[in-house]
């Protein structure tokens, strides 16, 4: 696991391995960064949701554990948002051929509901195939209450 | 932490508490087994108690998910109760609300088991 942070552009960029404990670790570095720039209790969870999501799907279908493969993150804290950028080794590929949670035939499937629930808890969402030798790349953020301190840390 | 499951009979349906996050890994794992071991052993009528739980992925959701068909392909019931807000949220906006029987009162819960 690697860290590069760089306080100017408040950027921190971690790699880790293709293991479920990096699932965990992510989810913690974005609630530690979320949680310290002014969001609130319920941001913090619908990130947390959306990391561990795209976490878990970086190390399970995209690098399916290979340990050799490794799963890129990147937050940007923003005045006006948290930006998350989750890259991995894998394969890629097209989210249209991906079946539709939602459709009545899919509503008992064991799985296959993580992108749509990170769409449903992030303000902003995109994901593609990246250039080879990387997999896909998934790019979110959620938008800072206008209200809350932006940018400040709390207690 | 993980999930910590509770099991308790009232009348003829078994009632499980459930503590904690049901997550991919040890999570959903102790989910599985348990609800297997109750179906294993004849428990047709599974009541679970979501109360507290504070964190479910869509892992744990998909667990929840096959257990309900499980439990139903062997001819059983499994229905939720006392769902928290942010489990009310992640079953509406997988369309799952529609699919579970959901109720906020133990007593009427077990009551509707027929």
Known sequence: MAENQNDAAQVVEK???????????????????AGQTGFTEDDLHRLGMAVREAMVNA???????????????????????LRITILDEGEGFEPQELPDPLAEENLLRQSGRGL????????????????????????MAIHRNPESEAGGPTE | ???????????????????????LGEGSSTFRESIKDLTAFGNKKILLNLGDVTYIDSSGIGEMVSAFTSVTNQGGQLKLLNLTKRVKDLLQITKLYTVFEVFDDEAAAVRSFS
């Open chain 1, 116 to 139: 749509l629930l990170i769409q449903a808890f992030v303000d902003e969402f995109q994901m593609r195939k990246a250039e080879p030798p990387l997999g896909t790349k998934v790019m």
């Open chain 1, 15 to 33: 790699q880790f391995d293709s293991t479920l404990d990096s699932v965990d670790e992510a989810e913690n570095l974005i609630l530690n960064i």
């Open chain 2, 1 to 23: 932490m993980s999930v910590k499951l509770t099991t308790r009979q009232v009348g003829d349906v078994t009632v499980i508490d459930a503590n904690g996050r049901i997550t």
């Open chain 1, 59 to 81: 190390v399970v279908h995209g690098n399916r554990y290979n340990l050799r493969k490794k799963v890129h993150l990147t937050v940007a804290s923003e005045p006006t948002a």
